[in-house]
């Protein structure tokens, strides 16, 4: 787990499991922001070290990204 902070305030985090992003969250104090923007590209940049293929799924848009292979 990878959490983020600002001011001593919690923004947001992320679980790694294994190969996956299992959960990636925001507070929604600091939503809309550019906050999360940030963390996954964090969370994208630190797995990307150890794989080949990432893909990403988000269900609240419905967007798959692809990058790699």
Known sequence: MRSFWLNQNLIGAY?????YIRDMVVDPDYQNR??????????????????VLLNIRM????IIIKLGG
């Not at 679980?15 to 190969?19: D, H, Q, V």
């Not at 269900?59 to 419905?62: D, G, L, P």
């Open 15 to 19: 679980i790694i499991s294994g190969t």
């Open 34 to 51: 550019g906050y999360g923007s940030i963390i996954l590209d964090h969370c994208i940049n630190h797995l990307l070290k150890f794989l």
């Open 59 to 62: 269900f609240q848009n419905r």
